[in-house]
């Protein structure tokens, strides 16, 4: 897909939900899936939840240095002791540094859905590389949590697909709730959801909040 750069920083989205960023010397993989090359250039792997298109070992093994680190929610905890990297499990309001890296976990869940319910302990993330901080939201739907982002992420990658996650209309609450500099939505295009929901999204925020669909 496509990319965009923000301040040092280089956010590239491969497909889904899986993106790489690149800053200061750190090269992170957030939910790889569906990677056709092996790059063995990561740093750092996130999971942020153990579903197949987010934690999926065969991605994590062809983006991950070997010396990787992997940050996975705790539901990952079968899947990613098994592939032997050094590895950290979060549960939402944990926050670890790794490689001058930090992480924060974050609530993501569905409201009146089964995929994703809030025991299930899935987490979005907030990143802060390169004096930014970027907050993906993994598999959630409009929650009140995200009230509390707000005007403290710079960019939000953010669900817009419906079915599995909040829909675009959704979406498009959450980016005005949360404020970032720039929203780019994700989620659609390889299991649920098309451009059109991205496209849809782009237009509802026009002259409210930034929106670049990479």
């Keep these: 897909m496509g990319q965009l750069e923000f301040q040092g920083v280089l956010i590239e989205h491969l497909s889904h939900a899986a993106f790489k960023i690149s800053g200061s010397g750190i090269t992170i993989y957030v939910d790889p899936f569906e990677i056709e090359k092996e790059s063995r ?3 750092i792997i996130i999971c942020t939840h153990d579903h197949y298109d987010h934690c999926s070992p065969e991605d994590v093994h062809k983006v991950s240095k070997r010396e990787g680190v ?3 929610s705790v539901n990952c905890k079968s899947k990613i002791e098994k592939l032997g990297f050094t590895h950290h499990l979060l549960e939402p309001g944990n926050k670890i ?5 930090t992480i924060e976990a974050v609530p993501a869940y569905n409201i009146g859905k089964r995929f994703h319910p809030r025991d299930y302990k899935g987490i979005g993330v907030i990143i802060g590389i390169g004096g930014i901080r970027i907050y ?22 953010l669900p817009v697909s419906g079915t599995y996650v909040m829909t675009a209309e959704e979406a498009v609450k959450a980016a005005l709730d949360i404020e970032p500099k720039i929203a780019v939505p994700m989620h659609y295009g390889v299991i649920v959801g098309s451009t059109a929901d991205a496209e849809m999204f782009k237009k509802k925020l026009e002259g409210k909040v930034r929106v670049e669909i990479i």
């Design 70 to 72: 992997i940050v996975a």
């Design 97 to 101: 540094e790794v490689k001058g890296v």
């Design 136 to 157: 993906h939201a993994g598999d959630t739907d409009y929650i009140p949590e995200m009230k509390d982002l707000k005007g403290k992420v710079d960019i939000a990658l």
């Design 41 to 43: 250039d990561g740093d």
